[in-house]
């Protein structure tokens, strides 16, 4: 099992950035692949972002492609995504999650094992 601690949301006004991190522990996570979903009150969970941990290819929703850049520290164990251009309907928990298939089907929520308690992010107009 990999331990997923997600950090760096925060309120923000529009037009502005933040820089989420997550930190990854446990056992060999190589092989995984490490994604960023978000969840807005009464809705569905969305995927935004996925990224191989051994070789770094990475896959954006359309939603967010051109505004968000997901990346990882190995020597950190930890995967970031930065929120750039900031709208309110950005506004959402975050969470991290990882998977082994996560990088074929990034999109697809039971990809992922393991999840993160989520970072809130308030994007004021």
């Known amino acids: 099992q990999v331990g997923l601690v997600e950090s760096g949301g925060g309120l923000v006004q529009a037009g502005g950035a933040l820089r989420l991190s997550c930190t990854v522990s446990?056992?060999?996570?190589?092989?995984?692949?490490m994604g960023w979903f978000r969840q807005a009150p009464g809705k569905e969970r969305e995927y935004l972002a996925v990224?191989?941990?051994?070789?770094?290819?990475?896959h954006y929703s359309d939603s967010v492609k051109g505004r968000f850049t997901i990346s990882r520290d190995i020597a950190e164990n930890t995967v970031y995504l930065q929120l750039n251009s900031l709208k309110p309907e950005d506004t959402a928990v975050y969470y991290c999650a990882a998977g082994l298939a996560a990088v074929r089907q990034p999109a697809w929520r039971k990809s992922y094992e393991s999840w993160g308690q989520g970072t809130q992010v308030v994007v004021s107009a």
């Open positions: 446990g056992r060999s996570f190589s092989r995984y692949g």
């Open positions: 990224i191989s941990w051994s070789d770094g290819r990475t």
